[in-house]
């Protein structure tokens, strides 16, 4: 079976590199970013609150916990892009990490699901292990599928539209986790709350993986690395902290990342506590899910008519004005919520598949540079930035809880609901308004992009 399976190009044929990709190959890449949010919409929207409300943990100590371990797992992706970079197989240097990684990424995930029959500091230290595991085992395989898209192919309006559907099929699995897992661990458990989300997690984990290794055997690596390209790390390092475009869209993914998670975590309180129907929960994120989805499958178009930076700009301005629209929404209105909801979907739907396809445009740009690719570890310094913005996120919702004396399970205090508007509307939004200062600085646009690319085939060519 291995004998038939898509080799890796031996080099960076240009013809290859520039060929339109056979639509199986675009939907093969795109699905297993649904198997990704099977995990990361689960730790996003689920997570905080079964660590306060089924684990048994407080609101203090969950959000201390995951940003430390974010904070931690940051520091991990360059180890791991640099390891994806150097990897050398018959199936290419990404690829691979796919199929290896994904049983230890699906044991880590239900431990973490799991509640011990502990208390106090070993239950904590339980937390902490668990979560710490399972974010590095999602790490080994994420960083190696992000990069991927940078070695498909070579052209900037290919990358666009293999990042548009892999982020159609990511806010498609966002939906189905979020509308479906609630209703799972209420059947799973059977009135055992810690035993349905163990379960509910096994089901999740065994889909991604069935998901990562389909996309295995279905996609090819057609960008090679310079001949002769020397492999030290510090290297790596030192042309990403000369990469201007890089840095700016490392600052960005912070950025965004603590946008949208402040209103992605603090939604199941909102709608728990203020608003006094989390069933509502169920359809609320899914409307936004379906909406990005819609955003994503656009996003090919916009990016023939409209340039990158210019477009990236415009819809984080537009996020920060609909953010803070949330805050006069009165807590009966639950329309008005509803369509702010898939006004920013919409809005943000573009964001991730063009983010991703700026990412490979800087590997193009560093290896012009520098005469020297290092794909992964653009991506997983990328990733880096992320998690420290969900840290920062869960930091500032933790800080704010604690602050206003938030109770678990509990009816809360007028300065505590105040509290969880404001992490649904002003602050999101002021951080929106920071991408777009950020943003100012992108120094790459298509002329470029084009020029760059004629004089790396040349290159290539003449080697």
């Not at 939907?27 to 409300?53: C, E, P, S």
């Not at 090919?300 to 340039?307: E, F, G, H, K, S």
Request: glycine content about 6%; overall charge positive.
């Amino acid at each position: 079976m291995t004998a038939a399976l898509p080799r890796a190009a031996v080099g960076s044929d240009a013809a290859a590199a520039h060929a339109r990709l056979p639509w199986r190959e675009k939907l093969a890449y795109g699905v297993a970013d649904m198997g990704f949010n099977f995990y990361w919409t689960n730790v996003a929207t689920f997570l905080l609150i079964y660590y306060t409300d089924t684990f048994g943990i407080s609101a203090a100590a969950a959000a201390t916990m995951m940003s430390a371990i974010k904070i931690i797992n940051a520091f991990t992706d360059p180890l791991i892009g640099a390891a994806a970079d150097r990897t050398d197989t018959r199936f290419g240097k990404f690829r691979p990490w796919l199929v290896w990684m994904c049983v230890p990424l699906a044991g880590a995930a239900v431990l973490t699901y799991t509640t011990p029959g502990r208390a106090g500091d070993a239950k904590l230290a339980w937390a902490y292990g668990t979560y710490l595991l399972m974010m590095v085992c999602y790490t080994c395989v994420n960083i190696p599928y992000n990069a991927l898209s940078g070695v498909m192919s070579a052209d900037p309006q290919q990358r666009s539209t293999i990042n548009g559907l892999r982020f159609i099929f990511a806010f498609a699995g966002s939906t189905i986790v979020t509308a479906a897992t609630p209703d799972m661990v209420r059947w799973l458990g059977a009135g055992d709350d810690r035993r349905g989300w163990q379960l509910t997690m096994l089901v999740w984990a065994v889909a991604a993986s069935l998901l990562f290794v389909l996309t295995f055997f279905n996609t090819r690596e057609r960008i090679a690395p310079p001949p002769g390209q020397r492999n030290a790390v510090w290297r790596d390092v030192r042309d990403l902290a000369g990469n201007r475009p890089w840095m700016v869209l490392f600052f960005l993914a912070l950025i965004i990342m603590v946008t949208i998670t402040l209103r992605t975590a603090s939604a199941a309180y909102y709608f728990k506590y203020v608003v006094g129907r989390p069933e509502l929960m169920r359809t609320f994120v899914p409307t936004y899910m379906i909406a990005a989805a819609v955003g994503a499958a656009l996003t090919p178009l916009l990016t023939r008519w409209i340039d990158k930076k210019t477009l990236m700009i415009v819809l984080m301005s537009t996020t920060a004005a609909l953010s803070a629209a949330f805050y006069v929404v009165p807590p009966s209105q639950v329309g008005l919520m509803f369509v702010l909801q898939g006004a920013l979907g919409l809005v943000l739907g573009p964001k991730s598949p063009l983010a991703f396809s700026m990412y490979a445009d800087t590997a193009d740009y560093n290896e012009w540079r520098t005469g020297r690719r290092a794909t992964a570890m653009t991506f997983a310094a990328a990733t880096f930035s992320q998690k420290l913005g969900t840290a920062v996120a869960v930091a500032v919702i933790g800080s704010v809880f604690t602050a206003l004396g938030y109770v678990p399970n509990a009816v809360q205090a007028a300065g505590s609901r105040e509290g969880i508007v404001w992490l649904m509307s002003f602050i999101p939004a002021a951080f929106a308004v920071a991408a777009v200062a950020v943003m100012c600085f992108y120094n790459l646009n298509g002329g470029q992009l084009a020029r760059i690319q004629a004089e790396l085939d040349a290159r290539k060519t003449a080697s």
